[in-house]
């Protein structure tokens, strides 16, 4: 979570200062935004659009709540997002340097495929949401650990160069899926509804804000935490979003709902500051 003082403008400046005679570490730029208070509020919304823009293509356009739902629907759209979701990451790995419009849409592929799969292994495959979480959770922590025994950190700060992205995208995604099977079966299977799940989540999350300011814990570790509970947290705004008011929703169109997060995002990327995280070497 360290802090990027430098001119994200002219990648030549990119080294840090140092005052004479005192010797200081370069620093070069990662292809990942710093994490900022502008970072989660755009990862949050991103999450909510993933969940609303993955259940326009499966439920509404294919079909899979209506009676003539099969499962395909989840399987076809998670065919598609998936490959959106690979020709982003491949243009990301690609760039030069980070380009913020660019990382934005690789994390909405993420959150749109990992909604369309997390229903398909819930629904589809019959395990459930709590099977579902379970076999989620160890594909994260199994992709984690995988990353930090390859090359030796997990923090997001090292993400620049085609091994640490490969990484990084793999984590996003499966943890991108959890938390869709996750926010479901808070707000459903365990019956709490949606506004529930929203302040559980939120509160899970104002409390890891709390350990990073209030303690010495992992920055990486929170970072990680945080970042797998804000999509359990967009899973159920969107949610609530879109589902009939019957069952505690405001019965949004998707659509709609999904386009009006587009328009949020978009002015959080062009009007929030966006710069490059540091990398200390």
């Known amino acids: 979570m360290a802090d990027a003082r430098v001119d994200v403008e002219n990648p030549a400046m990119s080294a840090s200062t140092t005052t004479p005679g005192r010797a200081g570490p370069a620093t070069t730029l990662a292809k990942v935004p710093a994490v900022t208070l502008g970072f989660w509020i755009t990862k949050i919304a991103a999450t909510t659009l993933g969940e609303t823009g993955g259940d326009a293509v499966t439920m509404s356009w294919l079909g899979e709540t209506t009676a003539l739902g099969n499962g395909m629907g989840y399987l076809i759209g998670t065919a598609i997002f998936s490959l959106i979701f690979a020709l982003?990451?491949?243009?990301?790995?690609?760039?030069?340097?980070?380009?913020?419009?660019?990382?934005?849409?690789?994390?909405?592929?993420?959150?749109?495929?990992?909604?369309?799969?997390?229903?398909?292994?819930?629904?589809?495959?019959?395990?459930?949401?709590?099977?579902?979480?379970?076999?989620?959770?160890?594909?994260?922590?199994?992709?984690?650990?995988?990353?930090?025994?390859?090359?030796?950190?997990?923090?997001?700060?090292?993400?620049?160069?085609?091994?640490?992205?490969?990484?990084?995208?793999l984590a996003i995604m499966c943890s991108q899926t959890l938390g869709t099977a996750l926010g479901d079966w808070v707000a459903d299977t365990a019956g709490l509804g949606y506004t529930v799940a929203m302040a559980i989540?939120?509160?899970?999350?104002?409390?890891?804000?709390?350990?990073?300011?209030?303690?010495?814990?992992?920055?990486?570790?929170?970072?990680?935490?945080?970042?797998?509970?804000?999509?359990?947290?967009?899973?159920?705004?969107?949610?609530?979003?879109?589902?009939?008011?019957?069952?505690?929703?405001?019965?949004?169109?998707?659509?709609?709902?999904?386009?009006?997060?587009?328009?949020?995002?978009?002015?959080?990327?062009?009007?929030?500051?966006?710069r490059a995280a540091a990398r200390m070497h």
Not at 92 to 114: D, E, H, N
Not at 209 to 214: D, E, I, N, Q, V
């Open 88 to 169: 982003a990451v491949w243009s990301q790995v690609r760039a030069t340097r980070f380009r913020p419009a660019l990382y934005w849409f690789a994390m909405i592929a993420s959150t749109t495929v990992g909604t369309t799969l997390a229903d398909y292994v819930t629904r589809s495959l019959g395990i459930g949401y709590a099977g579902g979480s379970s076999l989620l959770l160890l594909m994260v922590l199994g992709v984690l650990w995988w990353w930090k025994r390859t090359l030796g950190t997990v923090a997001v700060d090292s993400v620049g160069d085609p091994a640490s992205e490969g990484f990084y995208w």
């Open 201 to 274: 989540f939120g509160g899970a999350l104002a409390l890891v804000a709390l350990l990073h300011f209030r303690t010495r814990m992992s920055p990486t570790l929170l970072f990680w935490a945080a970042f797998i509970l804000t999509r359990p947290l967009g899973a159920v705004v969107g949610d609530f979003l879109d589902k009939p008011v019957a069952s505690g929703g405001l019965a949004l169109s998707r659509v709609v709902a999904s386009l009006i997060l587009l328009v949020f995002i978009a002015g959080c990327v062009l009007f929030l500051p966006q």
